[in-house]
């Protein structure tokens, strides 16, 4: 009888395994993840979204339910780049992106999948009403941030933290002057495009 293959050693097997494991596990988290978020603000609003966060890219994705029945809530599409520092607040319905500096940074995987969350840092954008090209976009907040705000009116903002006074302040938090748009740990309120 003539062999063909020679035994594989155990110890080989051992390393062959090794490599399978950490291959899948390489591949396995190069995929985003998907989280649904709740956010509760301190005015008690609720907002649903969905969160798809890639850690390896740095990125994420925010997808905010129907805030139509807040005052003057504006429902929009959000996408972060962290590796660059800037996010994007898409609004469909009035083909704009607004980009500017994220003011929250990336958390963690747990913070998005915990389902829930009070910690919404409030901001104001003071939105520049210029047009953006593609290539000033592309820029200022990188190629991602560019392809994502494609084929909208897309403007610059520079973003600041609501002072706790502004924030008690009845007039501002329900201003028929100002949008408010939510993101994952993060409201903004802006003027009305």
């Known amino acids: 009888m003539i062999k063909l293959f020679k035994p594989i ?5 051992i390393i062959m395994i090794i490599g399978i494991v950490t291959l899948m596990f390489v591949y396995v988290k190069a995929i985003p993840e998907v989280n649904h978020l709740i956010e509760i603000d301190h005015m008690g609003r609720k907002v649903a979204m969905d969160v798809i966060h890639d850690t390896e890219e740095k990125t994420v994705i925010a997808i905010v339910g129907d805030v139509c029945k807040y005052k003057n809530g504006v ?3 959000n ?3 962290y590796s660059t520092g800037y996010g994007a607040l898409k609004n469909i319905n009035k083909q704009t992106c607004i980009i500017t500096k994220s003011p ?8 998005y999948r915990i389902g829930w969350t009070t910690e919404v840092h409030d901001h104001i954008l003071n939105i520049v009403n210029t047009k953006m090209t593609y290539d000033e976009v592309k820029a200022l907040a990188g190629h991602k941030v560019a392809a994502f705000c494609k084929d909208y009116r897309s403007m610059h903002a520079t973003v600041s933290p609501v002072i706790k006074k502004l924030r008690r302040d009845a007039d501002f938090t329900s201003s028929s002057a100002l949008s408010y748009m939510w993101c994952v740990f993060s409201s903004c309120a802006a003027d009305r495009l």
């Open 79 to 81: 996408f972060h780049d």
């Open 75 to 77: 429902p929009t599409v």
């Open 9 to 13: 050693s155990f110890v080989k097997t």
């Open 104 to 111: 929250v940074p990336m958390a963690s995987d747990r913070k």
